[in-house]
């Protein structure tokens, strides 16, 4: 919140004092409603910009922490490991690195409409292995569209397309 202090005991000092415990403007009275309106519309301003600001700010987070977790799982896949540890070190990278409960690698399963999951990390024993998708609707269409890996950071906020429960 920002705080604008009416008074009618105004001075430098008195000003100076109010600004440093806080306060974002001062009015001594009697004001002009102008100069009211004035201050409240700028700071009706900042804190949408402070808003916006934080907004960017945490797209950045997120965005950063995508970029750091594809860097690893590509670091990881391109690795001279074995491939099936290979997969089962980059989900764990990818997991750790996005903060998430559970990081699975899924590629297409033939024509069938389903992904396979290659490797997982995270969420105890009950790793997907399987699970069968809506054809056009589902995340194995999605990754096929767009002919690239795709990162879902968040499958129970997921909008881009219906995610199976068996996920969850």
Request: with cysteine.
């Amino acid at each position: 919140s920002h705080v604008v202090i009416i008074t009618a005991k105004g001075s430098e000092e008195v000003a100076v004092d109010l600004m440093k415990a806080g306060a974002a403007d001062y009015l001594k009275k009697p004001f002009e409603s102008e100069k009211l309106l004035t201050t409240v519309g700028n700071l009706i301003r900042l804190r949408k910009t402070e808003m916006e600001r934080d907004r960017l700010s945490d797209e950045i987070g997120r965005q950063g922490r995508d970029l750091i977790a594809l860097s690893a799982l590509l670091t990881g896949i391109t690795s001279d490991v074995v491939p099936g540890e290979r997969y089962r070190a980059a989900a764990g990278i990818v997991r750790r690195n996005t903060g998430a409960d559970l990081a699975n690698i899924f590629v297409p399963n033939g024509d069938r409409g389903t992904l396979k999951v290659l490797a997982s990390d995270g969420g105890g024993g009950d790793a997907v292995t399987e699970c069968e998708l809506a054809r056009g609707s589902g995340l194995a269409s999605y990754v096929a569209q767009i002919k690239k890996p795709a990162m879902v950071p968040d499958f129970a906020n997921e909008d881009r397309f219906k995610v199976p429960d068996e996920i969850f």
